[in-house]
């Protein structure tokens, strides 16, 4: 049981936009940021999203972060098959005496 | 260029101990505020974060985790090293390194992955 929420598949056709919600709490997304990583199959996460909306060096604009409250949205707009992998949000976690860093369950986009 | 590789057994047995480093490049381990972090995966579940330190040699481990773990670096051979005891099966996972960015902002705090390694595999089987 992860302690952030995502839905765990979403799928739309080339071209369409898709957004993956991440749902957390006050401890963590509420008063942290929250990044996102892709992970194509077979290879290791990448950093796609990080300060909530910000993209490194490299990521393509039809990829955006947001959140509002205690949840962050990733939007992926033009949709291309090269984009059916697993996304990941990400966030530090303060409710216990030691932070942690906490994860989402991960949501497996399919592009039709 | 920055890299991250893992490296270690591909197979330990129940019980056992596991040792995994990873050897950094492109930046070094006693920059300060530099920090590097231990995650995993089991096959076809989410990720999981285990441990970080930093150059300063802050430590902090998974609270479920935290009895079996150890982290530490050898900052002139620009490694860090992981280990895990008592290994079950169900710690089967690909083990990955990452390196950390994290910063206080005005409105919160930031901590995130900007470099990963490959991962590497271990098996835990008898």
């Known amino acids: 049981q992860s302690v952030l929420t995502q839905p765990p598949s979403v799928s739309a056709a080339p071209g369409q936009k898709v957004t993956i919600s991440c749902s957390g709490s006050s401890s963590n997304i509420g008063n942290n940021y929250v990044s996102w990583y892709q992970q194509l199959p077979g290879t290791a996460p990448k950093l796609l999203i990080y300060?909530?909306?910000k993209r490194p060096s490299g990521i393509p604009d039809r990829f955006s972060g947001s959140k509002s409250g205690t949840s962050a949205t990733l939007g992926i707009t033009g949709l291309q098959t090269g984009d059916e992998a697993d996304y990941y949000c990400g966030t530090w976690d303060s409710s216990l005496s030691a932070g942690r860093v906490v994860f989402g369950g991960g949501t497996k986009l399919t592009v039709l | 260029q920055v890299t991250l590789k893992e490296s270690g057994p591909v197979l330990v047995k129940p019980t056992e101990t596991l040792t995994l480093t990873c050897t950094v490049s492109?930046?070094?381990?006693?920059?300060?505020?530099?920090?590097v972090s231990w995650i995993r995966q089991p096959p076809g579940k989410a990720l999981e974060w285990l441990a970080h330190?930093?150059?300063?040699?802050?430590?902090s481990y998974s609270t479920s985790l935290k009895s079996r773990l150890t982290i530490s670096k050898d900052t002139s051979k620009s490694q860090v090293v992981l280990t895990m005891t008592n290994m079950d099966p169900v710690d089967t996972a690909t083990y990955y390194c990452?390196?950390?960015?994290?910063?206080?902002?005005?409105?919160?705090?930031?901590?995130?992955?900007?470099?990963w390694g490959q991962g590497t595999l271990v098996t835990v089987s008898s």
């Open positions: 300060e909530n909306n």
């Open positions: 990452a390196r950390i960015r994290d910063y206080d902002i005005l409105t919160g705090y930031t901590y995130y992955f900007d470099y």
């Open positions: 492109g930046f070094s381990l006693s920059n300060a505020r530099m920090g």
């Open positions: 330190i930093f150059s300063n040699d802050e430590k």
